[in-house]
Each structure stands twice: as C-alpha cells, then as structure tokens.
C-alpha cells in the first residue's frame, strides 16, 4: 500500500501536471507559452533540478534541434547550443533514440562545452507526438547527482503534455504562416492584374482615339456629309470605339476593386453616403419624376468612395429600367439581422427574371439589346465585388415581384 508520504506525492504531481496544461491552454505566442511552462517546471520544489535549462524545437530540418526557450543558461550556451544536430552531444542522442537521457556528469558525450563550464549532469527528454520528435527538453543536475525514476516518470508525463499542446500550436502557426504567404501572394498577384489592367486599357485606348480621330479626318477631309451611308458607317466606327473605350475604363475600375491590408475601414453613416448620391442624380430624378423613399440607414464599417459607387449603381439601375407608362417608384429599407444588416434596394421597374438571378452578377452578362437599355455589363458585377471586399454579399430578391429588388447584407 502507499503511503502517505507517496499519496501526497502523487496528488502534488497531478497538480502540478494541471497547472502545467492550463499554463499551456493560455493563449500566448509559442516562445512565450514554451518560457512560460519553463518557469513552472523549475518552480517545483520535490525536483532536484538546477535552476537552469532550456527548450529545443525541431523546425523545417527535421534532423537539427533550434534552441528557442533559455531560461537562466549561460550566455555562451545561447551560441554554442543555437543549433543541435540529431545525435551530437547529448541533446542530439536523446532526440535521435527517441528517449530520455540522464547523465551525472560531463563526460565524453558532452560535446558542446566552453572553458570554464561549471561540472553538471542532465536531464534530456525529448518532446515526441506519434513518432516524431518535436523537440526536445534540458534540464541541469548538479554533478554527480543519479538518476531519481519518480523525477524521471513526472519530467516525461509534463513533457508529454507539453507534447500534446505543441502539436496542435505548432500546426496553428504553420497554418498561419501558409495564410500570410498565400495573403502575400495574393496581394502581389492582384497588384501585379492592376498594373497589367492599367498598361493595357492605356495600349487599347491609344489606338481606340487614332481610329476616332481617324473617322473624323475622314469625314472632313473628303467631304462627305452628304453621303448618308458612308457617314453611318462613321458614327458607327466612332460610338464602338467611345463604347469599347467606356468598357476598357469600367473594367480597369473593376480589376482596382480588392480587399486588401490597406483597405480603408472607416464608420460611415449611410444616409450621407445615400443623400450624395441623390445629389449627384438629381437631373436624372427629375426627368423620370422618380419618387424615392429611405428608410433611416445605419452606420456601418467600410470605404464611403466604394460604397458611393455600390449605392450609386444601384440606383442607376432603378432609373434606367423604369417602365415607360408608370412613375418610377425606389424604396430602400433597412432590417437590423442577428449579425448582419439588410439593406434593400426596391422599385416597381420591368424587373429580372428569377432564372437570371446568379448570371446578372457576371462581368459583361446583358439581358437587353444595346437599342433598349445603355451600358455594358459591368455595374451589378461591380455592386457584388464592393459588397463581398467587406464581408457582405448582395443578391436578387426572387420573391419580389413588383419589379426589381437587390438584398445587401453588410456584417454587423
């Protein structure tokens, strides 16, 4: 039976090993949490440890521990042990045997050494996870001190749940680093589309006005207003190159449209957002003697230049397909969601068929002939890359059937 003195010692163990794991469960950064489990394990008093050791890790070579937790070494070790290969000197046995090791003193398998060092012995027990190594933990001994097997069981136990968390933390920045790489990357390749869009709408609008131009002196120079056909043929070579010109322009704005580390994050209020747009339509609103209703907005986080733009689309498309015979009608509703704001932009115009309700999202997708409705494709497009830049999404209310009406939802 155990006695007391060993009852208690096992509950003290089982203590510490909770405290250790809590310790770990803390969300620190890996050297921080790695210091941290370092301090508890020499704070234990029944150890008869120095207070002194370190915490190697096994990084993209798995055959070289890194030194990266160094509580209370020498200097000179932070140096000559910054780098451990798989079985040289003693922490690179242990790693490379995959078990603990023990020495009493420093004899002929202590490689690594200075002049001066002070006579010692070691713990060396390395951190494995189904076979591998992770790394590996030092602890020192004063010299000549053996090998305590219930010091030996409780090092391994704290190890294996230094072992469990590292895993999943060590998986976690992995994970991480793989995201900013590929945010790297991404952020290069969409600069990179930004500058080739810009060099292009730039070489295609060059020869868009020479052809322009061309019909012009054409015109002039061989006088031929009289000649009704060939001056088509003109107007027409002049309204598709302006009309490939305005495509190149929208789609250089479309290609500019990115989330990115820089994107502007402001508190914007939506009704001064709505109420310049309104401005900016007044001439076309009074034309069509448009009635428009606005429920009161809400602030939300985003860019007020690309919101004016999502807002201003939208309303653009109101207007442009009212019917000819009723007075154009738009309300914009606000609902506040659980997590999210619904904003609705409704109007009593010819409307979209529920089957088109993904293809109108497309770049360059028109459902119109160009001698019914103006414009090339672009706006709703548009609307949806400013709207998911933000975390939102918009889409066709396809139960809505007074006309058109567009859901934007925008994170709460």
């Known amino acids: 039976m155990p006695n007391n003195r060993n009852i208690d010692r096992i509950i003290e163990n089982k203590d510490a090993l909770s405290d250790i794991f809590k310790i770990l469960s803390l969300e620190h950064d890996l050297e921080t949490m790695l210091d941290s489990f370092m301090e508890k394990l020499l704070s234990i008093s029944w150890l008869k440890i120095k207070a002194e050791g370190g915490i190697f890790l096994v990084k993209d070579n798995k055959k070289t521990l890194h030194l990266v937790s160094r509580k209370y070494l020498h200097p000179k070790l932070h140096s000559i042990c910054s780098q451990v290969k798989f079985g040289h000197c003693l922490c690179g046995m242990a790693a490379a045997n995959k078990k603990t090791y023990h020495t009493t003193c420093m004899d002929e398998k202590h490689v690594n050494r200075f002049d001066g060092m002070k006579p010692h012995g070691h713990y060396n027990i390395p951190i494995i996870k189904n076979d591998d190594v992770l790394g590996l933990v030092v602890l020192y001994l004063e010299d000549g001190k053996e090998s305590d097997p219930d010091e030996v069981q409780f090092l391994e136990d704290a190890v294996s749940v230094l072992g469990t968390v590292l895993e999943g933390k060590i998986a976690q920045e992995n994970h991480e680093a793989v995201l900013r790489r590929k945010e790297k990357e991404l952020e290069r390749s969409n600069k990179e589309l930004e500058n080739f869009a810009f060099i292009a709408s730039h070489d295609m609008k060059t020869p868009l006005r020479h052809i322009s131009l061309c019909g012009e002196l054409i015109s002039k120079e ?115 969601k659980n997590n999210h704001h619904l904003i609705a932009f409704g109007d009593n115009g010819i409307g979209i068929e529920k089957k088109y309700k993904n293809k109108i999202f497309e770049i360059f997708t028109r459902l119109h002939r160009d001698n019914e409705y103006s414009g090339i494709g672009i706006g709703l497009p548009t609307c949806r890359r400013i709207i998911e830049t933000f975390g939102g999404r918009i889409e066709l209310d396809t139960e809505y059937s007074d006309g058109a009406r567009f859901l934007c939802r925008f994170p709460v």
């Not at 001064?272 to 009161?296: F, G, M, S, T, W």
């Open 222 to 336: 061989l006088e031929l207003e009289d000649n009704e056909e060939i001056q088509g043929y003109i107007t027409t070579m002049k309204n598709s190159s302006e009309r490939l010109s305005s495509m190149i322009d929208n789609l250089l704005e479309y290609a500019r449209i990115q989330k990115s580390e820089n994107s502007t994050q402001d508190d914007i209020n939506l009704n001064d957002i709505i109420q310049n747009v309104l401005h900016d339509l007044q001439p076309e609103i009074r034309n069509k003697q448009a009635e428009i209703y606005i429920d009161d907005l809400p602030h939300i986080r985003g860019d007020a230049i690309l919101m004016s733009r999502l807002f201003l689309n939208l309303m653009q498309n109101a207007l442009k397909y009212a019917k000819e015979d009723i007075t154009p009608e738009i309300k914009i509703t606000y609902t506040k």
